[in-house]
């Protein structure tokens, strides 16, 4: 793994280059830490004469037709997937000395992602999010009921892509998503991957080092919150929009700098829950295909996604909520193993829950707090966030006490038995959440569905119109 020594030759610091408009820019002159593990990375400085695509100049995909536009990105997920491609090797080697995953699961998680890049998927995207894709690719003709004309464009957006770290799948999506809708990018990229977007865009000029795409698109690092640079950047002048993901501290930072031309698209920290219901202790049968189906959805991406769930709300008796726990103990831990994920609880967390141990029989516990997984069960929400292979079993006598769990906050709820779903999603969707699936489901979605509540691309877009006047008889 390349790597540059500190002045004491004792310590290793990763680089981390930037891309900037088709150029790779790579130096040392920043040293800055990973969020999770704490190691050192080395950056260039940004120039941000580089970062910044001048609006005096339209955007390099404006006029690129959307067929060309998905070639290109599915050409790019097949060079992903590669295992030639020295690039994406390095670039796993390097994550995976700053973040918190094992190598095979960001491995995996890197070649899952790349199956994004697939034609059908991203153009199923767009025509769920457009009622007429062409306003794309050029000016649409309107006329009205009295006569009066006018064209409709969805003008490509200059964007700046606050990414999380959690995975390299939005590194993924962000890059096709910003090509679909045309737009200038530039990425900020997360501490604990600040090498998955710079390797992915490499890759794309490897292919074609002067295509719009290459282009259109600038991935850097810098500490969120640093106002020397986001005074600059964040600004109209610049930008029309902010695509913000991650947690409250990174949305808060943000929120200062709107105004007047500048808005933000924000995907708000989140959390997601199951509900089981009493169905699944008909038989022995249920109890396990239940449980195990939770232990999925409390896996997913070894619980580091927004998806994966942290409150498993099951509707039964004592004894019956206890079977499930250990049944969905079981089914974590081999889950854990499998994976090769081995990191221990935070040292705060593992407190909390060592605490809960000599606190009586209120809840009770499956495992130990070691990091090899642990079930908690409670008869309401622990106050801390489950995380890191935690599940926190909520014992309810009906799912109608579960769902005053569900908040603005709740991003998906996994749910069983299925028959039962259309009774509780209009009131799962008053409470807050933003999508409800089959318990087990919770990381496959509907290609070109919403996501926290909103069609992306279509809120990406710039809605330009000229009015050409009214018809003459």
């Avoid at 390095?90 to 094992?102: A, E, G, K």
């Avoid at 409709?152 to 770290?165: K, N, S, T």
Wanted: aromatic share 8%; glycine share 8%; charged share 25%.
């Amino acid at each position: 793994m390349n790597g540059l020594k500190d002045i004491s030759g004792e310590k290793q610091v990763v680089s981390a280059p930037f891309f900037l408009r088709g150029t790779l820019v790579e130096g040392d002159a920043n040293r800055h830490s990973s969020r999770d593990l704490g190691v050192d990375f080395a950056t260039p400085e940004l120039d941000l004469d580089l970062a910044v695509h001048p609006r005096s100049e339209v955007p390099p995909l404006l006029n690129v037709p959307l067929e060309e536009i998905v070639d290109f990105l599915v050409e790019t997920g097949e060079r992903i997937r590669d295992p030639k491609n020295a690039l994406m090797q390095d670039c796993i080697d390097r994550m995976c000395s700053t973040h918190i995953l094992p190598r095979e699961v960001v491995a995996q998680q890197a070649y899952y992602a790349s199956m994004q890049l697939d034609r059908e998927r991203l153009m199923a995207e767009v025509e769920q999010s457009f009622s007429d894709p062409a306003a794309l690719d050029g000016w649409v003709p309107k006329q009205d009921h009295t006569g009066r004309k006018s064209f409709v464009r969805a003008y490509a957006p200059r964007l700046i892509h606050v990414l999380p770290g959690n995975s390299p799948g939005v590194a993924v999506k962000s890059i096709a998503h910003g090509a679909l809708v045309k737009s200038v990018n530039l990425f900020k990229m997360a501490s604990s991957d600040p090498f998955t977007t710079v390797a992915i865009l490499r890759t794309m000029s490897e292919i074609d080092a002067a295509h719009p795409i290459v282009q259109s698109m600038s991935a850097a690092y810098w500490r969120g919150g640093d106002e020397t640079l986001e005074r600059i950047l964040y600004r109209p002048q610049y930008f029309d929009k902010i695509v913000a993901w991650g947690g409250g501290d990174a949305i808060n930072n943000v929120i200062k700098y709107l105004g007047p031309g500048f808005q933000l698209v924000s995907f708000d920290p989140k959390t997601s829950i199951s509900m089981v219901g009493k169905e699944a202790f008909d038989s022995a049968e249920a109890t396990a295909q239940a449980a195990d189906l939770a232990a999925t959805d409390v896996m997913t991406l070894n619980q580091e996604a927004c998806v994966a769930s942290r409150y498993q709300f099951v509707e039964g008796s004592e004894e019956q909520v206890d079977a499930f726990c250990q049944l969905l103990h079981e089914g974590i831990v081999q889950r854990a193993a499998a994976s090769g994920d081995v990191r221990p609880l935070d040292g705060g967390m593992k407190e909390e829950i060592e605490m809960m141990q000599l606190m009586g029989d209120d809840q009770r516990i499956w495992g130990k707090t070691d990091g090899t997984g642990i079930v908690i069960r409670s008869d309401r929400p622990v106050d801390f966030h489950p995380i890191n292979k935690t599940a926190n079993v909520v014992r309810v006598a009906s799912l109608d006490k579960a769902v005053q769990y569900v908040n603005v906050a709740t991003q998906t709820v996994g749910f069983y038995p299925f028959d039962r779903m259309p009774d509780y999603r209009d009131q799962i969707a008053s409470g807050g959440a933003q999508r409800i699936v089959h318990l087990g489901e919770a990381g496959p979605s509907t290609i070109g569905n919403p996501h926290d509540g909103m069609y992306q691309l279509h809120r990406f877009v710039n809605w330009v119109v000229h009015e050409d006047g009214t018809v003459q008889p």
